[in-house]
């Protein structure tokens, strides 16, 4: 079970460094770059223009709920659909913070705003490996990927004045490898392995929901269903949830 | 539209959204199985979110053994102990040469 240590052990505990963060999302940053590009084209052929799809990456900060809502820009919905769909979208970050809010140590009120605001798919990866997170490495993680988002939205922009056929690449695989290397180390256990196979097969039958609601609700009833496998027929794992470096 | 107030609304939901569970689960203790709980999230939505990319790149079912994402996740798999590196080389690179020559 995961228990807080009052001596945080160190390989559980992620680095107390800016850089470690940074070097630990690199990865992720080479991954997530043509989709940068893309939504600067896409805010430019939409009609966002060049500050207004800055602004988004600026932000909002969301890449999922930034191309959607470019998109819906373009066909001249109402904000409040906008609101709603960014809504729906983003909801899986409830998830996010949820995982990681008991991690972080000694972090302060005003400091978890600011985290709040730099919550990605990709910063959450990569500091959820940890039993303790430390403010510096998430900073170092969330912070480079900031960085990296606007200097590739902004290229998509530039770029997007060029090349009209940018908006029309299929970029969705781009950042799966790097999420396999996250999930694979943290499939430790039985429950973790049945939570996998749940959420696989889960999001298979759910991916045609709208707004990507398929996402939450297949990994909250994958869990659900998984720490019901648990109680029913397994003993408990007191290793198991613990992602190892 | 204005694009202010769409870019506005957008942050707010956003950030809200972000927020609420980061601010709720602060600074509080919990039980064993609500820990035991949250330890599952990242496995359950990373899982969600790339089974999809992987199995129905085109938003249809497809004999997955033809599919070039499907080997390139494969080798992504193989490696994944090693590094994220490793995976992501493996990854990206079976499925750029499958883009290519396929």
């Known amino acids: 079970m995961v228990t807080p240590s009052p001596s945080y052990d160190r390989k559980y505990t992620s680095p107390d460094s800016f850089r470690s963060g940074v070097i630990a999302i690199l990865p992720m940053l080479v991954g997530t770059a043509p989709f940068g590009v893309v939504f600067g084209a896409l805010a430019m052929e939409v009609g966002l223009g060049a500050w207004g799809g800055q602004g988004m990456s600026l932000f909002v900060f969301a890449g999922s709920a930034q191309f959607v809502g470019a998109s819906l820009y373009g066909q001249g919905v109402s904000i409040l659909v906008l609101a709603i769909t960014t809504f729906f979208i983003n909801l899986r970050h409830i998830l996010y913070g949820a995982s990681i809010a008991p991690k972080l140590i000694d972090v302060n009120t005003r400091s978890r705003f600011l985290m709040a605001f730099l919550l990605t798919d990709e910063a959450f990866a990569i500091v959820s490996r940890f039993e303790k997170i430390r403010a510096n490495y998430f900073w170092g993680a969330a912070i480079a990927m900031y960085l990296n988002w606007q200097l590739w939205t902004f290229l998509g922009i530039v770029a997007g004045r060029e090349f009209s056929g940018l908006v029309t690449l299929d970029l969705g695989y781009l950042i799966v490898p790097a999420f396999i290397a996250i999930i694979i180390p943290q499939i430790n256990g039985s429950t973790a392995i049945m939570c996998a196979i749940f959420s696989i097969c889960l999001s298979l039958l759910l991916d045609s929901m709208p707004h990507k609601l398929g996402i939450i609700i297949s990994s909250v009833l994958a869990i659900v269903a998984s720490i019901g496998a648990e109680k029913l027929f397994l003993k408990s794992e007191p290793d198991e949830g613990k992602s190892k470096e | ?102």
């Not at chain 2, 769409?6 to 039980?31: E, Y």
């Not at chain 2, 994944?80 to 499925?95: D, E, N, S, Y």
């Open chain 2, 1 to 102: 539209m204005n694009i202010f107030f769409i870019i506005l609304a957008m942050t707010l939901v956003t950030f809200s959204i972000r927020l609420c569970a980061l601010w709720f689960f602060s600074n509080r203790n919990f039980s064993t199985l609500t820990m035991r709980t949250l330890s599952l999230v990242p496995v359950a939505v990373l899982t969600s979110i790339c089974t999809p990319l992987v199995l129905k790149p085109s938003g249809i079912y497809e004999n997955p053994f033809m599919l070039i994402e499907f080997w390139a996740a494969i080798g992504s798999l193989v490696v994944a102990r090693f590094g994220m590196l490793p995976a992501l080389a493996v990854g990206m690179g079976i499925f750029t040469l499958g883009k290519l020559f396929i």
